[in-house]
């Protein structure tokens, strides 16, 4: 079965860090483009992080704070979240199969989603 499956999404405090992170099965996840997305309450769903090829691109919100990496023996992908803020409070999709940029229609596969809270 073709899927993304996310975890580790929480409650956290304002300046403290959290880890997605998004396993495939079905398909080798590094042989596509991948996106992470979210989607904060009462607001449409942005693209945040964007892999494509040996590129990878972040958005002005995340930037400097949101690091992809990989682990290709587990066919995983994460994001390690740092220096959150409120304002990161959203539910977080992984996609995979997709081109940066584009409207959501276009990724293939997505994940179910990892609700991230960040509270004091």
């Known amino acids: 079965q073709l899927q993304l499956v996310e975890s580790g999404g929480g409650l956290v405090q304002p300046g403290e860090s959290l880890t997605l992170s998004c396993a495939a099965s079905?398909?080798?996840?590094?042989?596509?483009?991948t996106g992470w997305f979210r989607q904060a309450p009462g607001k449409e769903r942005e693209e945040v992080v964007c892999?494509?090829?040996?590129?990878?691109f972040y958005s002005d919100s995340v930037k400097g704070r949101f690091t992809v990496s990989r682990d290709t023996a587990k066919n995983t992908e994460f994001l390690l979240m740092t220096n959150l803020t409120p304002e990161d409070t959203a539910v977080y999709y992984c996609?995979?199969?997709?081109?940066?940029?584009?409207?959501?229609?276009?990724?293939?596969?997505w994940g179910q989603g990892a609700r991230v809270t960040v509270s004091s």
């Open positions: 996609a995979a199969e997709g081109r940066c940029g584009s409207t959501e229609d276009i990724w293939g596969f």
């Open positions: 892999t494509g090829g040996s590129s990878i």
């Open positions: 079905g398909f080798t996840l590094h042989h596509h483009a």
